[in-house]
């Protein structure tokens, strides 16, 4: 069994089981990502690295790729 598969995934409360989400789970300093529906593709992160992320997100920075 692979590490990732003993994680609590957990996912939006506006997620479905019909539906392709993205999943997120952690462990420590590191945090993993997946999408539902291709749950053997995991990103990996840092909680530190998420979070600048995030902030950016919130900020507007990555606007431009969803062409807001």
Request: charged content about 30%; cysteine-free; hydrophobic content about 35%.
């Amino acid at each position: 069994m692979e590490r990732t598969e003993q994680l609590d995934w957990q996912r939006s409360s506006f997620g479905t089981d019909q539906a392709n989400w993205l999943e997120i789970a952690s462990e420590g300093e590191f945090v993993y990502i997946r999408e539902s529906d291709n749950p053997e593709l995991v990103v990996t992160t840092t909680r530190t690295k998420l979070n600048a992320w995030i902030l950016g997100a919130k900020d507007g920075e990555f606007d431009h790729f969803v062409g807001l």
